[in-house]
C-alpha cells in the first residue's frame, strides 16, 4: 500500500468535488455558497427555490 499515493489520491477527488459543487452554486445563482456550508444549509436552499418555482 502507498500511503502518499492514496492520500494523493482522495485530495484529487476532494478538489473535483469542490470545483463541482462551486460550479453547481454558481448555476444556482448562489455567489456565496461555500464548500462549509452544511448539507442541510444547501437541502434548504433548494427547497425554498424549488417551492418559488412551483408557485410561478
Known amino acids: 500500500m502507498n500511503m502518499d499515493g492514496d492520500c494523493a489520491e482522495v485530495c484529487r477527488e476532494c478538489s473535483r468535488g469542490a470545483v463541482l459543487h462551486a460550479e453547481v452554486a454558481g448555476a444556482y445563482g448562489w455567489a456565496n455558497f461555500t464548500p462549509q456550508k452544511?448539507?442541510?444549509?444547501?437541502?434548504?436552499?433548494?427547497?425554498?427555490?424549488?417551492?418559488?418555482?412551483?408557485?410561478?
Open 38 to 56: 452544511t448539507d442541510e444549509t444547501v437541502l434548504a436552499r433548494l427547497l425554498t427555490l424549488n417551492l418559488q418555482r412551483a408557485t410561478r
